[in-house]
């Protein structure tokens, strides 16, 4: 099956501590995406890379850090910098760059108490 | 960042009513998309609609676009229970990507 995968889909952290969320795609995009949701809100756009080893912040990085070493893996640390990081991920992934359509994957819920 | 409004915040409808929402934005487009959302999952892609197109179909969809002002709306058709979710628009040009706060549509059996 095509597509593209989170991991876990839920995932709880004590303050202070770091956490990874994993992305992956089988789709052979180029372009890969973060973004944040918030509870009855849209998406806020964190990070974005459109080549490996290429990415760039979005409008809300703070507190945020990726890497894009491989074309099907864009893993986002949620830092403890974070000021307030509990929400819902997503990660998306497009054929090119910013005028293609995305393809999401199902997300992470990231809870920290 | 170019954003997209969604108008309604909320809509409820009956089984079988058409949905109509609308979505307003700001600077020019190379295109316009629309995603739905069901309750905590990913966002679907509907459809993309050019900027040299003023309207496009698929299956009970209907999208509109008028870039003069710089409107667009979503028309779902004989809607169902299954198309109880929240919709995104995304228009698209040479600004960071962003989503809306979306329409969430109800739609009642």
């Known amino acids: 099956d095509g597509g593209i995968t989170q991991s876990p889909k839920y995932l709880f952290r004590k303050e202070g501590q770091n956490v990874t969320l994993s992305c992956e795609q089988n789709?052979?995009?180029?372009?890969m995406y973060w973004y944040r949701q918030d509870p009855g809100q849209g998406l806020r756009l964190i990070y974005y890379?459109?080549?490996?080893?290429?990415?760039q912040k979005g409008d809300i990085a703070e507190g945020y850090s990726v890497s894009r070493e491989k074309k099907e893996s864009f893993p986002l640390t949620v830092t403890s910098a974070q000021k307030n990081p509990t929400a819902f991920y997503l990660c998306?992934?497009?054929?090119?760059?910013?005028?293609?359509?995305?393809?999401f994957g199902p997300g992470t819920r990231l809870t920290v108490t | 960042s170019q954003q997209g409004e969604e108008d309604p915040q909320a809509l409820s409808i009956q089984e079988g009513e058409n949905a109509t929402m609308n979505c307003s934005y700001k600077?020019?487009?190379?295109?316009l998309q629309w995603y739905r959302q069901n309750s905590g999952r990913g966002l679907v892609h509907l459809i993309l609609?050019?900027?040299?197109?003023r309207e496009k179909h698929s299956g009970r969809l209907r999208v509109t676009l008028d870039t003069s002002k710089k409107s667009s709306s979503l028309l779902i058709t004989a809607s169902r229970a299954a198309d109880t979710a929240s919709y995104f628009c995304?228009?698209?040009?040479?600004?960071?990507?962003?989503f809306g706060t979306g329409t969430r549509l109800t739609i009642i059996p």
């Open positions: 998306a992934s497009s054929i090119g760059g910013t005028y293609y359509e995305q393809y």
């Open positions: 789709l052979n995009h180029d372009a």
């Open positions: 890379s459109q080549i490996v080893n290429d990415f």
């Open positions: 600077t020019s487009i190379n295109n």
């Open positions: 609609i050019r900027s040299n197109e």
């Open positions: 995304a228009p698209r040009g040479n600004e960071k990507l962003t």
